[in-house]
C-alpha cells in the first residue's frame, strides 16, 4: 500500500522559511513523478513544483521560482520542498503527490496532470500559514 506523508508544515512570518518533508513507502517503482501542490481556500489546487526521479528534471510555478526547491533525500523516498522568501499568498494546504505511471514524461507534464488532480497517489496534506 502506497502512503505518502507530509510533515513541516506551520506558520512564518512574510520572508521567512520552512521545509516541508514527504515521506514515501510502498512504490514499488524505481522512478515515478513527485511533486508538490497546494490548495488555498476557496481556490483551486494548484501546482507548486515537481521532480522527475528518473532525470532530476525539476518544473516550478512561475510564482514560486527562485524561492521554492524541491529536492530528494538520501534515501531517495524522501522528498522536500525548502520554501523562501515566504509570502502570506502562500498560505496553503500543500500536498505530496507522486505518479509512477508517468515516469517517462516530462516534468512539466507531470506538473500539468497534477494541476488536474490526476496525479496515482496524494497525501493527507500539510499546512502552511504565512502572515504578514
Known amino acids: 500500500q502506497v502512503q505518502l506523508v507530509e510533515s513541516g508544515g506551520g506558520s512564518a512570518q512574510a520572508g521567512g522559511s520552512l521545509r516541508l518533508s514527504c515521506a514515501a513507502s510502498?512504490?514499488?517503482?524505481?522512478?515515478?513523478?513527485m511533486g508538490w501542490f497546494r490548495q488555498a481556500p476557496g481556490k483551486e489546487r494548484e501546482g507548486v513544483g515537481v521532480i522527475q526521479t528518473r532525470t532530476s528534471s525539476t518544473y516550478y510555478a512561475d510564482s514560486v521560482k527562485g524561492r521554492f526547491t524541491i529536492s530528494r533525500g538520501n534515501a531517495k523516498n524522501t522528498l522536500y520542498l525548502q520554501m523562501n522568501s515566504l509570502k502570506p499568498e502562500d498560505t496553503a494546504m500543500y500536498y505530496c503527490a507522486a505518479d509512477p505511471t508517468l515516469r517517462f514524461m516530462s516534468s512539466e507534464y507531470c506538473f500539468n496532470r497534477g494541476q488536474k488532480d490526476k496525479l496515482t497517489y496524494w497525501g493527507q496534506g500539510t499546512q502552511v500559514t504565512v502572515s504578514s
Open positions: 510502498g512504490i514499488s517503482d524505481a522512478s515515478y513523478c
